[in-house]
């Protein structure tokens, strides 16, 4: 059968020369790198797509606890949010940061809900899963974009903490704010 | 003797930091007070004492109070033992040098 190895012979002629422009693209320098100079839209999907569906399947067994509403939690995720996360997430009366700006991709506001439907009352589904997402991004961080992975430096407590605060952010006002956040004399007092 | 030289050097940065970490200036500028007294000012209608929100600020506010309280006496202690603090710390560097003969 000539014509099926004539196909063969040019698929695998087609695939060597794609690697060896992709190489050469690679080593000439042509990729613009900057943060300033955006994806294109395809790169923008891809990449998205490939984040979601990563993360949608690590964080699927993630065991959420069952006092994430607890008052003791918002206190203790709300000053660590505060000096932590701030400076890139922002918090009720700051709209944009040099971090926001100048970072691609650029830092979601989390003051913000995520979708309207989201603030439904009771856990629905589909909040244990953004819940469950929310926990395993702060813990492991995005590659190749500013978010950190805080896992190797923070127990899961602290991180389900934060968890916790920034399921009631968007709700918050800047006093409201302000009060939870500010870690004040008590916890000076623990420190020592 | 290097090894005992050593020794009270460590005894005394760890006495050095622990001046430090005593100074009340420094928790003064890296810390925010919660502002309790907006609470008042806060929509009350929209207040639910079952709100963990809620929960949560009164517990700060509350814990800031008694922190307060507590810190204020704590002053008035540091500011007795103040003169005797430097003093205090000599003698300590006096025990490790007794230790050296």
């Known amino acids: 059968m000539p014509s099926l190895s004539a196909f063969l012979k040019s698929l695998i002629l087609l695939t060597v020369f794609a690697f060896i422009g992709g ?3 690679l080593y000439s320098g042509f990729y613009p790198i900057g943060a300033d100079t955006p994806h294109h839209p ?10 979601e569906r990563s993360i949608a399947r690590v964080a699927k067994n993630i065991d959420v606890p069952a006092d994430l509403d607890s008052s003791d939690r918002l206190l203790a995720g709300g000053a660590d949010y505060n000096d932590m996360c701030a400076g890139c997430h922002l918090k009720p009366g700051k709209l944009e940061s040099d971090f926001t700006i100048g970072l691609y991709p650029s830092p979601p506001n989390l003051n913000l809900p995520e979708d309207e439907h989201a603030h439904s009352h ?9 819940i469950k997402r929310q926990f395993w991004i702060i ?3 995005i590659k190749a974009s500013g978010m950190p992975a805080w896992g190797p430096t923070h127990s899961d407590e602290r991180i389900w903490n934060m968890v916790a605060f920034l399921q009631r952010l ?7 704010y302000q009060i939870l956040t500010a870690r004040g004399d008590v916890e000076g007092t623990h420190e020592h | 003797m290097k090894t005992l030289l050593t020794h009270l050097s460590i005894v005394l940065i760890i006495l050095s930091g622990h001046a430090y970490a005593h100074d009340p200036s420094e928790h003064n500028e890296k810390k925010e007070n919660p502002k309790c007294e907006k609470m008042k000012s806060m929509d009350h209608s929209k207040m639910n004492s079952d709100d963990p ?3 949560a600020m009164m517990k700060k506010c509350m814990m800031e109070k008694s922190m307060m309280e507590k810190s204020m006496h704590h002053d ?10 430097e003093p205090a710390e000599d003698k300590a560097e006096d025990e490790h040098a007794d230790h050296q003969h």
């Open chain 1, 139 to 141: 813990k492991h961080g």
């Open chain 1, 170 to 176: 968007p709700t918050l006002s800047k006093d409201q």
């Open chain 2, 76 to 85: 008035e202690n540091q500011s007795e033992a103040g003169p005797e603090e």
């Open chain 1, 23 to 25: 190489g050469l693209f």
């Open chain 2, 53 to 55: 929100v809620m929960q």
């Open chain 1, 42 to 51: 395809v790169t923008y999907w891809a990449l998205e797509t490939l984040r």
């Open chain 1, 122 to 130: 009771g856990p629905s589904d589909s909040n244990t899963n953004a």
